[in-house]
């Protein structure tokens, strides 16, 4: 008696473990295909459709940072044609779930700070980068990405820095160009 019972309680143990792991398979298949219909969609400029698509995944996957991160870039740039307030704040909003989702990654706070940017608010975008570039130190685009938001705060000797710390991982044109600019301004 007490083998069958352990033989049952092992085949259920492996039932359970399949169906978890065929969702898992499920959650993450559904993500990339919506993350792929919405770059599609976004492409095309069907904001509404894209990201209908990703809230329908989200809707799967709610813990995934990566759908997050891909609605905040569709409302993002459903905000920079249509220039509705309501989208921006839907954009950071996408971000910063997904960066709460990651705190690892650099990547949500990276585009948080990119929006932040396009928005022109340039405080909060640093503070965002700094963020980011804490996940990823030798990022030269996050580098290049901050010294270009500490220019626009009128912070070019910390700018130089920046362009000189990105361009000592990798030499790039934008540190080049700054090096000439920001030592010949006084």
Not at 58 to 73: C, D, K, M, V, Y
Not at 123 to 130: G, H, L, S, T, Y
Not at 137 to 143: I, V
Request: net charge positive.
């Amino acid at each position: 008696m007490l083998p069958r019972s352990l033989a049952l309680i092992a085949a259920g143990l492996v039932l359970t473990a399949t169906a978890a792991l065929c969702s898992v398979a499920v959650r993450g298949y559904a993500a990339d295909r919506a993350r792929d219909q919405a770059e599609a969609l976004r492409g095309d400029g069907d904001y509404d459709q894209a990201w209908r698509a990703l809230e329908g995944a989200l809707r799967i996957a709610p813990r995934s940072a990566e759908l997050w991160t891909e609605l905040g870039q569709t409302y993002r740039a459903a905000w920079f044609f249509r220039l509705k307030p309501e989208l921006l704040t839907s954009a950071l909003q996408a971000y910063e779930r997904a960066a709460q989702l990651s705190p690892l990654s650099a990547a949500p706070r990276a585009e948080l700070a990119r929006t932040l940017v396009l928005a022109g608010a340039y405080r909060e975008a640093d503070r965002a980068f700094i963020r980011a570039l804490a996940n990823d130190p030798r990022n030269p685009g996050l580098l290049v990405d901050r010294a270009q938001t500490l220019e626009k705060l009128g912070q070019p000797g910390d700018a130089l820095k920046v362009y000189r710390a990105a361009a000592h991982i990798k030499p790039n044109e934008y540190s080049q160009a700054a090096e000439q600019r920001l030592r010949s301004s006084p």
